[in-house]
């Protein structure tokens, strides 16, 4: 479970810290008039903070590139490296494997990630007047 937890792409930032309080008796109100611990019965009140870290998965979302006829090949190559942060290697796998099967993954982020992303591909693509298509889709 543990691993399941700790996706590659998952950061510290990923995990929401709750402080839960709890009380450490029941019962009537536990002012004491400023003596704490002394009350009649000696028996303390009062109220600890427990902090649970509480792990939560982040939505993770696939960011794809799309083929097409007309977009360079080297174009591609150059966004996955640019963009993805792949090696020249890895870049040129992916994109093969893109132009060869009609699709490809390009990584694996949070929702926000993902989105920039995508966009940045597309910026870039539009500005460079290729086609190239870059979708995102929920894990
Ligand atoms: N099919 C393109 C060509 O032959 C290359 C290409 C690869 C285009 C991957 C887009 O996502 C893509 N020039």
Redesign the pocket.
């Known amino acids: 479970m543990t691993t399941e937890l700790l996706s590659k792409t998952t950061t510290a930032a990923d995990f929401l810290h709750i402080v839960e309080r709890v009380p450490l008796v029941d019962g009537p109100n536990d002012d004491d008039g400023g003596k704490r611990g002394e009350g009649k019965s000696g028996t303390e009140t009062g109220t600890i903070t427990r902090t649970r870290p509480k792990t939560k998965r982040p939505n993770l979302y696939r960011v794809l ?9 080297e ?2 190559i150059l966004v996955l490296q640019d963009v993805f942060n792949k090696s020249r290697e890895e870049a040129v796998q992916i ?2 494997h ?2 060869q099967k009609g699709v ?1 993954e390009c990584g694996v982020y949070p929702y926000e990630v993902a989105e920039t992303k995508v966009t940045r591909v597309m910026d870039t693509a539009r500005k460079n007047q ?1 086609p ?3 979708v995102m889709e929920k894990q």
């Open positions: 590139l799309l083929n097409d006829d007309y977009t360079p090949m174009f591609v994109m093969l893109v132009h490809g290729h190239l298509q870059c």
